[in-house]
Every structure is written in C-alpha cells, then in structure tokens.
C-alpha cells in the first residue's frame, strides 16, 4: 500500500541555518503530497502542499517541490527560526474514495538561539 | 481555526473498560477521521467516515469501532482497553474538493489506559 518515508529526528539547529528534512514516498496512483506542522500541545496543520509532479509548495519560508521522477517531497527553509521548533509530518491523499491521508513518522526540530 | 472539537481532552481508565471519545465538527464536512498518534510510528488512521452511517476500516482498526449517527458527530469505541491503546488520539475533517484536500485537525485526546 501507500507510504511515506521521513528522515529520524529529532534535527538541531542554530537560528538562521538551512534546513532540509528529506521525505519520500510510494504510491501506486496520484497523490497529492502535503507537509504537516505540529506545535506542542495542538493538533496538526497545514503547512503547504502540492497536487502534481513539479508543482512548488510554500508558504512562511518554507518549500517543497513534488519529484516524481525520484518520488520525493523533501522539505526546506533558508533560515529557521526558534518559533519554527516544531514537529513535521510528510504526508499523502489518496485522492480517491475517503482522501484519506497517509503520514510519515514525523521529524522533531529544534532551533536554538 | 476548523470547527472541531474533541472531548474529553484527557482520559485515564482502566484495562477492560470500554471508553468513548468524541468529535463533534461545525463546518458540515463529509469525510471524518480517527487517528492515533504514537512515538516512532506519525499518525496512524483507526477509522473513517465517508458520511451518515458510512465508515470504512483503516490500518490500525482492531479493537475499536466507530459510529457516525449525524453528520457533525464520529464516535471511536475502543471496545475493552488495552495497555497498548494509551496513546493520543485525533479527529480530523475533509471535504472533498479533488485534488490537495487538506484535512483540518482536532486538538487532540490524551488516553491512558492502567
């Protein structure tokens, strides 16, 4: 069946570093691919997504493009910062019958100041 | 934020009891959802609904069962708890647009079960 596979956490960085958490996936249709932020103590969010191969998700510094050629969905921001410490779930739809979403194990990050 | 409440937010009860949790939506979505979240593993679907009386199975569905009588309310039955079933527990919604439906997420139902 469909999956998703994420990079272990938990990751540690100082403000104002790169950050890449890298995601790949299987999946026998289309899926549409999603990244998910969990802030301590509340439910999950949308944090971006992206419905076809080579489409850009982005949204608060944040990217991700759709590879289909090497089945990936690989997470990025230029400078992270402290309010960024979260954790981040890969994630796919079905996009058939109950869209239900597929997730990853979820990547804790920290950034210190 | 999605209207989507889950109650109770927190719960300890025994092994062998049987335990409701409930999540009520304002937003008239069609499709609801039952997630687990454990360390190691994400978020893993119990159940869905796909409308009025209408569920179907996810990956982890052994030993709960869900009931879905109005369209704002999705049950999760965990029939007799376990040790193994302490864990925190999501509700989620969709309506399906096509394609990149997103789902919105409850706050989330801590479970303990001794």
């Known amino acids: 069946g469909d999956s998703v596979t994420q990079m272990e956490g938990p990751v540690t960085l100082s403000e104002e570093a790169f950050l890449t958490i890298n995601c790949t996936y299987t999946?026998?249709?289309?899926?549409?691919l999603f990244w998910y932020v969990q802030y301590p103590g509340e439910g999950l969010q949308l944090l971006l997504k992206?419905?076809?191969?080579?489409d850009k998700g982005s949204n608060k510094g944040f990217e991700a493009t759709y590879r289909k050629e090497t089945t990936s969905f690989h997470l990025e921001k230029g400078s992270v910062q402290v309010s960024d410490s979260a954790v981040y779930f890969c994630a796919l739809s079905d996009n058939t019958g109950g869209f239900k979403t597929i997730f990853g194990a979820g990547t804790r990050l920290f950034v210190k100041a | 934020d999605a209207g989507i409440t889950q109650s109770p937010r927190h719960k300890v009860t025994e092994t062998g009891t049987p335990v409701t949790l409930r999540c009520h939506q304002t937003?008239?979505?069609?499709?609801m959802y039952w997630y687990r979240q454990d360390p190691g593993h994400g978020l893993r679907l119990i159940h869905y609904s796909y409308g009025v009386k209408d569920t179907d199975k996810g990956e982890v569905s052994d030993g709960y069962s869900v009931s879905r009588s109005k369209t704002e309310d999705f049950l999760l039955t965990l029939e007799s708890a376990t040790s193994s079933q302490t864990s925190v527990y999501f509700c989620?919604?969709?309506?399906?647009?096509?394609?990149?439906?997103?789902?919105?997420f409850g706050q989330g139902t801590r479970l303990t079960v001794v």
């Open positions: 937003e008239n979505h069609r499709y």
């Open positions: 999946a026998t249709g289309y899926p549409s």
């Open positions: 992206a419905t076809k191969a080579d």
């Open positions: 989620a919604i969709s309506e399906s647009t096509g394609e990149g439906t997103e789902a919105f």
